[in-house]
């Protein structure tokens, strides 16, 4: 995988076709996003291929994978099913999918006006859209969905990939215009990552894609297309991937069972971090149960305020990429979680950096080339520069989720002893036990 996290946006153009409704178009492959009808496009190639309206009613878990992110039109309209699905309690959708070139928000906005039932869905993926850095970011959405997405090259995203998809979206620019997200090295990875009997659907018929599928081990079929394009094709996979054996053990990630929803969990503390999990774990539908011998966000977590902000690595190590994905992970979380917040969280206020930092700064934006919303410059002789994401955030109330007392069961300890800083022996008089849900 390439060192470079730097990538480069969507050139786009933006062309009215005959009814005047602005299309994008991209510029370096000369090609359309979607059709004039693009929803039911999607929901003729993607979703009835693969026969979507009726597996989601019966799945608990279920995972789409998608070649070509594009304007988020595929994963909005799949959303939009799985939302309406009379499908089991706790079910959760996983959607994994690749951009090379991604859209900004601005683009985003104004490619789905020509959606608007799915309006609400938009605005959701457009405050959780990431800015462009190359790796996975991975979005959580309501209705137990899950967006994973991976901005850079295809087949790098894939590679560092481990999933089990149910069914794929085969949408990528046309085979002529784009054939590298097309080739067989695509494909492998592609098996690799599906479940047994994993099903396609894609709008094209090409004889290159019908070869390098087969060749995969999935069975391509033609059926009739949409609008005007003849045909289509929708499969799927008949021979599964030998690729995961050959790989060593600890690079195996793929789960040995499927997740229990009804383990019961014990989460010690109820801090920033035991609510942190608390919170992670509620929302793969499990419902842990947190122990506190103190209230909640006592201790260091009950500091008066804590600084959100990135840390300024000049190399593109794997551990540069960590902090920097997590930063970003964080303020997404930061924003989902003020909006249904009764009183402020967070404030991204920006953090100024002294001048003895602007060199590494200087330096870490070069190589990282930080997008613009993320980082910005004052006057060349001003003492600071500044990044105007950081953010200070109020400690004790981002542990709500094990503070609301209706939720509360105070129980008596049971007699263990710790001890003062002095050796003296310490009895806590009870244990509070914080029930999630």
Same mark, same amino acid.
């Given at each position: 995988?390439?060192?470079?996290?730097?990538?480069?946006?969507?050139?786009?153009?933006?062309?009215?076709?005959?009814?005047?409704?602005?299309?994008?178009?991209?510029?370096?492959?000369?090609?359309?996003?979607?059709?004039?009808?693009?929803?039911?496009?999607?929901? =003729?190639?993607?979703?009835? %291929?693969? &026969?979507?309206?009726?597996?989601?009613?019966?799945?608990?878990?279920?995972?789409?994978?998608?070649?070509?992110?594009?304007?988020?039109?595929?994963?909005?309209?799949?959303?939009?099913?799985?939302?309406?699905?009379?499908?089991?309690?706790?079910?959760?959708?996983?959607?994994?999918?690749?951009?090379?070139?991604?859209?900004?928000?601005?683009?985003?906005?104004?490619? =789905?006006?020509?959606?608007?039932?799915?309006?609400?869905?938009?605005?959701?993926?457009?405050?959780?859209?990431?800015?462009?850095?190359?790796?996975?970011?991975?979005?959580?959405?309501?209705?137990?969905?899950?967006?994973?997405?991976?901005?850079?090259?295809?087949?790098?995203?894939?590679?560092?990939?481990?999933?089990?998809?149910?069914?794929?979206?085969?949408?990528?620019?046309?085979?002529?215009? &784009?054939?590298?997200?097309?080739?067989?090295?695509?494909?492998?990875?592609?098996?690799?990552?599906? %479940?047994?009997?994993?099903?396609?659907?894609?709008?094209?018929?090409?004889?290159?894609?019908?070869?390098?599928?087969?060749?995969?081990?999935?069975?391509?079929?033609?059926?009739?297309?949409?609008?005007?394009?003849?045909?289509?094709? %929708?499969?799927?996979?008949?021979?599964?991937?030998?690729?995961? &054996?050959?790989?060593?053990?600890?690079? &195996?990630?793929?789960?040995?069972?499927?997740?229990?929803?009804?383990?019961?969990?014990?989460?010690?503390?109820?801090?920033?971090?035991?609510?942190?999990?608390?919170?992670?774990?509620?929302?793969?539908?499990?419902?842990?149960?947190?122990?506190?011998?103190?209230?909640?966000?006592?201790?260091?977590?009950?500091?008066?305020?804590?600084?959100?902000?990135?840390?300024?690595?000049?190399?593109?190590?794997?551990?540069? =990429?960590?902090?920097?994905?997590?930063?970003?992970?964080?303020?997404?979380?930061?924003?989902?979680?003020?909006?249904?917040?009764?009183?402020?969280?967070?404030?991204?206020?920006?953090?100024?950096?002294?001048?003895?930092?602007?060199?590494?700064?200087?330096?870490?934006?070069?190589?990282?080339?930080?997008?613009?919303?993320?980082?910005?410059?004052?006057?060349?002789?001003?003492?600071?520069?500044?990044?105007?994401?950081?953010?200070?955030?109020?400690?004790?109330?981002?542990? %709500?989720?094990?503070?609301?007392?209706?939720?509360?069961?105070?129980?008596?300890?049971?007699?263990?002893?710790?001890?003062?800083?002095?050796?003296?022996?310490?009895?806590?008089?009870?244990?509070?036990?914080?029930?999630?849900?």
């Amino acid at each position: 995988m390439t060192d470079d996290t730097r990538i480069d946006k969507a050139t786009l153009d933006w062309g009215a076709r005959d009814n005047e409704r602005p299309a994008p178009r991209s510029v370096v492959f000369d090609d359309i996003y979607f059709s004039e009808d693009g929803h039911a496009e999607t929901a =003729h190639v993607f979703l009835a %291929a693969n &026969n979507l309206p009726q597996r989601f009613e019966t799945s608990r878990n279920f995972a789409i994978g998608e070649l070509g992110f594009g304007t988020g039109l595929n994963f909005l309209a799949a959303w939009d099913l799985w939302r309406r699905a009379k499908k089991p309690a706790a079910a959760r959708l996983h959607f994994l999918s690749v951009e090379a070139f991604p859209f900004t928000r601005e683009d985003l906005r104004k490619a =789905h006006r020509a959606w608007p039932a799915l309006g609400d869905l938009s605005q959701q993926l457009i405050a959780a859209y990431p800015p462009p850095h190359r790796g996975f970011h991975q979005l959580t959405f309501d209705d137990g969905v899950t967006l994973t997405l991976y901005l850079g090259d295809a087949r790098e995203g894939l590679a560092g990939a481990e999933a089990q998809i149910d069914a794929w979206f085969f949408d990528g620019f046309a085979p002529d215009r &784009n054939p590298a997200m097309w080739s067989p090295e695509i494909f492998s990875e592609v098996a690799r990552l599906s %479940a047994p009997g994993a099903t396609f659907g894609t709008f094209t018929v090409a004889g290159a894609v019908r070869r390098a599928l087969t060749s995969a081990g999935f069975a391509p079929q033609k059926r009739p297309g949409f609008g005007r394009k003849r045909d289509m094709l %929708a499969g799927s996979l008949k021979q599964p991937s030998d690729t995961t &054996n050959i790989r060593a053990a600890w690079f &195996n990630t793929r789960p040995a069972a499927p997740l229990n929803t009804t383990a019961r969990i014990a989460i010690i503390g109820a801090g920033i971090a035991g609510a942190s999990l608390a919170y992670a774990l509620n929302a793969l539908g499990l419902a842990p149960v947190v122990y506190e011998a103190e209230a909640p966000a006592s201790g260091a977590s009950g500091n008066p305020a804590g600084l959100v902000m990135p840390r300024l690595d000049v190399d593109t190590t794997p551990t540069a =990429h960590y902090f920097a994905h997590a930063y970003l992970h964080t303020i997404r979380l930061l924003n989902k979680l003020q909006q249904d917040a009764p009183a402020p969280l967070f404030n991204a206020c920006g953090c100024a950096f002294a001048r003895p930092m602007i060199t590494t700064r200087r330096a870490t934006k070069n190589a990282w080339r930080w997008p613009p919303c993320l980082m910005a410059g004052l006057k060349r002789q001003a003492r600071t520069c500044t990044s105007p994401r950081p953010a200070w955030l109020t400690r004790q109330r981002l542990s %709500a989720p094990c503070s609301a007392p209706r939720r509360c069961a105070r129980q008596k300890s049971s007699g263990s002893t710790t001890k003062t800083a002095n050796g003296a022996p310490k009895t806590p008089t009870a244990i509070t036990m914080f029930s999630t849900r």
